[in-house]
Each structure stands twice: as C-alpha cells, then as structure tokens.
C-alpha cells in the first residue's frame, strides 16, 4: 500500500510542470484588480471572525474586577473578623449585651458569647492604642465592639414597646422612652454592625478601677456627649485622654457617646454584618 501511495506522489510530482496555467499573449501574468478583490474578500472574512472570537472571550457587561481582587464579603461573613481579646490581650472584656445589665434589662439577640469581635484592621488600631495606654498604666475596657444586625432589630422591638420601662432609672431616668427614636438614642441600623465601632473606656492599673468619666456606658442624656460642661476638671482630663489617644491612632468619635470610636478607614463601610457574636474558630 505504501509503495502504491509512494509512485502515485512521484507520477504527480513528474505531470506538475505541463499542468501550469498559461497566460494569454500580452498579458503580464497577474490582475491587480482580481487580486484586490480577493484580499478584500479574505481581510474581511479574517476580520469578522477574529470579531466574533474576540467576543466570545470578553467578560460579562459589567464585570470590571481586575486578577487578585478580594470580592466584598456577604453580611453573614465573619472570616475577616477577629476576637479582641486575642489581638489586644491586656484588654479587659466586660460585654454588657450578652449579660442582662443594659438598657434592655435582658440579653441581646445575637450575643452568643461574652467576646468582642472586629475587623482586623480595627483591632491592630486598638492594639496600638492599648500599648500607648499601657505605658501610662491603663488598659482598655471594652463594652461592645461588632453588634449584628439582629441585636439592632433587637433595640428597636423593645424601643417600640412603651410599657417596658425596667431599665429607665438606670439608664434614661431623664427621658420619655417615646422620644427614644426621634432623638437618636435607637435607629435602624449601627455602624457597629459594620464591624469597626467600638465601645470603650479606660482601667486604671494603679488603682483598680475605672476612670471617672463623668459619666457612665450607655446613659441617654447630654452626659454622654463628650464635651459635656458638667464635668470636675479630672473627669474632662480623662475622656481627653482616651479620646486623643483613639484619634491618634486612626479612629474617630462622635458628639454623642464619649466611649464610642469608630476606625476612619474602615474596611468595609457599606456592609452591615449579621452574624453572631461567638467564639471564632
């Protein structure tokens, strides 16, 4: 068979000089013209499909994530949080919404363990401050760091229930519990649920107590607010000093809670989490 295919070839090889095509007298070989149109033909035919292959292989519309991008967590995803007291081990814990001391006068949905999460970004700032603070012989009391989504919900069912009002002489002795939305005390959501909010004050390690603050965690009233004018000269020295030592480090208060600070650059600013507060793996 091979040796049939073989002399087949040669014979071919052999009749190829008299199969040549000739050109008629007078012309030079080659019509420009003809040879333009076919180029034409065959560029545009490359191009069409070349056009379609590009297509193909294009992204969806709207895709614009680059190679290495991290895709935004979903609000049940707690796998870029960590505990405080691992980050910050000096910090001493006292959760108020896992225990039955709060404005609620019960534990609150979501707390499932007496921890502090945050992000990490949040916690190696409060790291940092810790270890200021330490040079001077306090520590940090934590009262709450991240708040699901679920406690929220929590705050609001009991705000929206006016016949509750066990908790008022220790926390809103001065307030109707009816103006507890209007004037901010209870809203929607948190920015604690965004995982970077923490609530804090300071422990004096030469006395074993807490500083004065002029005030205490969770009051609703004026007192709360930072530069409240009702305060002994020591008590304003001391929210001083955590609150410079907070900013100083990257975080940032408000005018209504002077324990309250929340990173500036936090990691994730649109996502209010709802997973529960719990041991982490």
Same mark, same amino acid.
């Given at each position: 068979?091979?040796?049939?295919?073989?002399?087949?070839?040669?014979?071919?090889?052999?009749?190829?000089?008299?199969?040549?095509?000739?050109?008629?007298?007078?012309?030079?070989?080659?019509?420009?013209?003809?040879?333009?149109?076919?180029?034409? &033909?065959?560029?545009?035919?490359?191009?069409?499909?070349?056009?379609?292959?590009?297509?193909?292989?294009?992204?969806?519309?709207?895709?614009?994530?680059?190679?290495?991008? !991290?895709?935004?967590?979903?609000?049940?995803?707690?796998?870029?949080?960590?505990?405080? &007291?691992?980050? !910050?081990? @000096?910090?001493?814990?006292?959760?108020?919404?896992? &225990?039955?001391?709060?404005?609620?006068?019960?534990?609150?949905?979501?707390?499932?363990?007496? !921890?502090?999460?945050?992000?990490?970004?949040?916690?190696?700032?409060?790291?940092?401050?810790?270890?200021?603070?330490?040079?001077?012989?306090?520590?940090?009391?934590?009262? @709450?760091?991240?708040?699901?989504?679920?406690? !929220?919900?929590?705050?609001?069912?009991?705000?929206?229930?006016?016949?509750?009002? &066990?908790?008022?002489?220790?926390?809103?002795?001065?307030?109707?519990?009816?103006?507890?939305?209007?004037?901010?005390?209870?809203?929607?959501?948190?920015?604690?649920? /965004?995982?970077?909010?923490?609530?804090?004050?300071?422990?004096?390690?030469?006395?074993?107590?807490?500083?004065?603050?002029?005030?205490?965690? @969770?009051?609703?009233?004026? /007192?709360?607010?930072?530069?409240?004018?009702?305060?002994?000269?020591?008590?304003?020295?001391? /929210?001083?000093?955590?609150?410079?030592?907070?900013?100083?480090?990257?975080?940032?208060?408000?005018?209504?809670?002077?324990?309250?600070?929340?990173?500036?650059?936090?990691?994730?600013? @649109?996502?209010?989490?709802?997973?529960?507060?719990?041991?982490?793996?």
């Amino acid at each position: 068979m091979r040796t049939c295919k073989l002399a087949a070839l040669l014979l071919c090889l052999a009749l190829l000089p008299s199969c040549q095509v000739h050109q008629p007298a007078g012309s030079s070989g080659a019509d420009p013209a003809r040879e333009q149109k076919a180029y034409s &033909s065959g560029y545009e035919t490359g191009y069409r499909e070349g056009y379609a292959q590009g297509l193909d292989g294009r992204p969806d519309v709207g895709d614009t994530s680059q190679p290495g991008d !991290v895709p935004p967590p979903s609000d049940s995803d707690g796998s870029r949080f960590v505990m405080i &007291s691992e980050t !910050v081990p @000096d910090a001493i814990l006292e959760i108020r919404y896992y &225990s039955t001391y709060n404005f609620v006068g019960e534990r609150i949905d979501g707390y499932q363990a007496p !921890v502090a999460l945050l992000t990490r970004e949040a916690a190696e700032a409060l790291k940092e401050v810790s270890d200021e603070l330490a040079e001077q012989g306090y520590r940090l009391k934590i009262y @709450d760091a991240y708040r699901p989504q679920s406690a !929220v919900e929590h705050f609001k069912r009991w705000a929206a229930d006016l016949e509750d009002v &066990s908790m008022k002489e220790y926390f809103y002795p001065d307030l109707d519990k009816s103006v507890l939305f209007s004037q901010g005390y209870i809203s929607s959501k948190s920015g604690h649920s /965004r995982g970077s909010t923490v609530d804090v004050t300071l422990f004096d390690m030469n006395t074993g107590k807490e500083l004065d603050m002029g005030g205490t965690f @969770d009051w609703f009233g004026p /007192r709360s607010h930072p530069n409240f004018t009702g305060l002994t000269e020591e008590q304003a020295a001391n /929210r001083k000093l955590l609150r410079d030592t907070m900013l100083a480090h990257g975080f940032k208060g408000i005018n209504t809670e002077w324990w309250h600070f929340t990173l500036k650059n936090e990691p994730y600013p @649109d996502t209010y989490f709802d997973f529960s507060v719990t041991l982490l793996p």
